[in-house]
């Protein structure tokens, strides 16, 4: 039977919030991961933005953005009440503005703080105080509910912890310490001691034409 192909790189968080919605969604697809550094030009072909990830529809429609490949995966799932728990009607506007700003406003200042080397005059310090402004924030909704919005996830968090690790990730790197409130350390936390996480981080082999296929999640 055929299945959805998604083109992944492992560490990319716009990549793993998909992954993970798959997960949660129980949505079996095939998996290429690529070395961003090295695309094939199979992707290439395929992909407007040229960038992970891309999903691959079984009628050959090609859907590029992360967040409408976790709306596809909403709107497929056979899960019951599956859309409603995650994307509840009336948080639909919370849920993209605060998705907006982790993909613009966040997303900017993690870049320039992590890889402030790439970007020219970037001032390492000045980005991270920002991106600390905006996770304190998001630690004070943390600190009135287990999630976002409540007791219960919403795409909002399934979209923003990835970049919240990543953060981590750069902090740690530098040596950096009492980055994180109890709040959001605990709700990062709640993804990353998943039983699903490792799942969800499986290392693939690179993917080449002709090569046998892999799928997702691992079995």
Not at 17 to 37: M, P
Not at 150 to 172: H, L, Y
């Amino acid at each position: 039977m055929k299945n959805e192909i998604l083109y992944s790189f492992r560490r990319c968080p716009y990549a793993i919030r998909v992954r993970w919605a798959l997960l949660i969604c129980e949505i079996n697809v095939e998996i290429r991961e690529i070395d961003l550094k090295n695309k094939p030009l199979d992707f290439l072909n395929k992909s407007k933005t040229k960038t992970v990830p891309i999903l691959i529809k079984k009628n050959s429609e090609v859907i590029e953005e992360s967040l409408e490949i976790i709306l596809w995966a909403l709107a497929e799932s056979r899960k019951e009440n599956i859309k409603f728990i995650y994307f509840p009607d009336n948080k639909k506007e919370d849920i993209f503005e605060i998705i907006n700003e982790n993909d613009n406003e966040f997303k900017y200042h993690l870049d320039r703080f992590k890889y402030a080397t790439r970007y020219e005059d970037s001032n390492e310090e000045f980005h991270f105080t920002k991106a600390i402004k905006i996770i304190k924030r998001w630690n004070g909704l943390l600190a009135k509910n287990k999630y976002f919005f409540g007791n219960n996830p919403t795409i909002a968090d399934w979209s923003i912890w990835p970049f919240v690790r990543q953060f981590k990730i750069a902090c740690e790197s530098q040596k950096r310490t009492n980055y994180f409130e109890p709040s959001i350390k605990t709700w990062l936390d709640s993804f990353e001691n998943n039983k699903k996480f490792k799942s969800l981080m499986y290392k693939y082999e690179l993917w080449v034409p002709n090569s046998r296929k892999n799928y997702f999640p691992f079995n």
